[in-house]
């Protein structure tokens, strides 16, 4: 409770709930985005952002790599959890503690006690990328809520309901936010709006977003 106390009751930091199951903590991550950024680096350097195809054979404009035990990837045999890079051969690079830990915070403060990801996606979206109204529905098990992570950047959240056609909200994700997606959000549809030109200190033109998930 302290710890909950240290983390949302800050300046600045506030969470909003979207949903059931749902919540944007604003800021939250604001304080380390530019550490999180640097403890990338090694990441991206041993595991390069690359642009994967779809199961159907199209280039996706998000850029992706992987750290964490597990990673999702995606080529013309569809979308899985590997615990290779299928570039280098090599397992994904570790998640760094600092990234586990504020995972499990924020799924605390979002309502998810208990969470341990084991997968951490890395997308980089630059101007016009996009990522079209999708579920995230390759884990195991979806009890376990989904946390991500915005840097860089800010950018339009599409946030649908169960059906593909229920029209989705628009939510503005900055640098700093975390988002914690969890029990009736957990399959949601939703996706991001392709990213508009800017600048940021921490990325430059680009915005940085981590999906912390436990895939098994
Ligand atoms: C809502 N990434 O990689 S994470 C993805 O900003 C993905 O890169 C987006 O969607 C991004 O699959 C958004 C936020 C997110 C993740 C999973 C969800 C929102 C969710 C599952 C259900 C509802
Ligand atoms: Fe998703």
């Known amino acids: 409770m302290a710890e909950l106390l240290k983390d949302t009751n800050r300046p600045g930091v506030y969470i909003e709930r979207i949903a059931e ?3 944007l903590l604003k800021g939250f991550a ?38 964490g035990g597990n990673g999702w990837i995606t080529d013309r045999s ?7 890079d299928p570039i280098t051969q090599c397992p994904w690079p570790r998640m760094p503690a600092a990234v586990v830990n504020l995972a499990a915070r924020a799924a605390r403060a979002g309502g998810f006690p208990g969470f341990t990801p084991d997968a951490c996606l890395i997308n980089r979206y630059r101007p016009g990328a996009q990522l079209t109204l999708h579920q995230d529905k390759d884990e195991r098990d979806f009890s376990a809520p989904i946390v991500s992570v915005s840097l860089g950047l800010s950018a339009v959240f599409l946030f649908g309901g169960l059906r593909r056609r229920d029209r989705p909200r628009r939510i503005h994700m ?39 998930r436990k895939a098994s």
């Not at 380390?32 to 950024?37: K, M, P, T």
């Not at 994967?52 to 998000?62: H, N």
């Open 174 to 212: 900055d640098n700093g936010d975390v988002a914690v997606w969890g029990g009736t959000a957990r399959l949601a549809y939703h996706g991001i709006a392709p990213l508009a030109d800017g600048e940021h200190a921490l990325t430059g033109h680009c915005r940085i977003n981590l999906t912390l």
């Open 78 to 84: 569809g979308y899985r959890y590997t615990p290779f």
């Open 21 to 23: 199951g749902a919540a």
């Open 30 to 67: 604001a304080v380390e985005a530019a550490a999180l950024i640097a403890a990338l680096d090694p990441i991206i350097a041993a595991a390069p952002f690359r642009h994967m195809l779809t199961p159907g054979g199209r280039r996706m404009s998000v850029a992706m790599t992987n750290c």
